[in-house]
């Protein structure tokens, strides 16, 4: 069975661009997470979505992102305009609720470096 | 926010021994899970516990849960060379159903 995809796996742009990542959970998931990963602040989680609607956003760091998730296999997160300190390994994670009982399937990520 | 805080931040330890990482959390929880994540990759679940269990097996992977003490242990018994990675403990609290992680464990074994 394919897993959680991210695309794309690298992303190197100039500050002020507008990024778009994206991700395809795995079939029959109802709940999509997006996280974000640095050294500094290790893994925080941005938004979740359960049957596509967003649950809790209270992590989006400021107005410059957002995410949407248009049916049950396609989840987006945009950053516009894009900043160095967004420079971060972004995750999607899929699982069958939204609740802690059940594990998340994580994808391998995208590098976003913003130059 | 972090809810979970691993412990110790690195280990490394010889193939064969085993390994010992522990995750305190703050708040009362539903569940605690462990993930372990290879360099460049996703993070991969390794076991579940939930609040009325206090301990789990799975291969050579045993998760303790004292929830009087809000802490948790993963053993890895005899250690190989792939079980090295990073390893983290995530927990959902008691009002509110989405994963906290903590900042992980990196360990590292050594052939």
Redesign the interface.
């Known amino acids: 069975d394919a897993g959680v995809i991210q695309s794309p796996r690298h992303e190197v742009t100039e500050m002020g661009q507008e990024v778009t990542l994206r991700c395809k959970p795995i079939s029959g998931h109802n709940s999509l997470f997006w996280y974000r990963q640095t050294m500094m602040r290790g893994l925080e989680l941005l938004i979740y979505f359960n049957n596509n609607v967003p649950i809790d956003d209270s992590g989006m760091p400021e107005d410059r992102f957002s995410a949407k998730m248009p049916n049950a296999s396609f989840s987006t997160l945009k950053i516009q305009p894009s900043e160095p300190r967004d420079s971060a390994v972004y995750f999607c994670a899929s699982s069958k609720s939204g609740t802690g009982n059940q594990p998340q399937h994580f994808g391998d990520g995208t590098r976003l470096s913003i130059l | 926010s972090?809810q979970g805080e691993e412990d110790p931040q690195a280990l490394s330890i010889q193939e064969g021994e085993n390994a010992t990482m522990n995750c305190s959390y703050k708040t009362s929880?539903?569940?605690l899970?462990w993930y372990r994540q290879n360099s460049?990759?996703?993070?991969?679940?390794l076991i579940?516990i939930?609040s009325n269990e206090r301990e789990k097996h799975s291969g050579r992977l045993r998760v303790t849960l004292d929830t009087s003490k809000k802490s948790s242990s993963l053993l890895i018994t005899a250690s190989r060379a792939a079980d090295t990675a990073s390893y983290?403990c995530?927990?959902?609290l008691l009002n509110?159903?989405?994963?906290?992680?903590?900042?992980?464990t990196r360990l590292t074994v050594k052939p």
């Open positions: 972090q929880i539903n569940n899970q460049g990759r996703g993070l991969v679940h579940l939930r983290f995530a927990t959902d509110n159903n989405d994963m906290r992680f903590g900042a992980g």
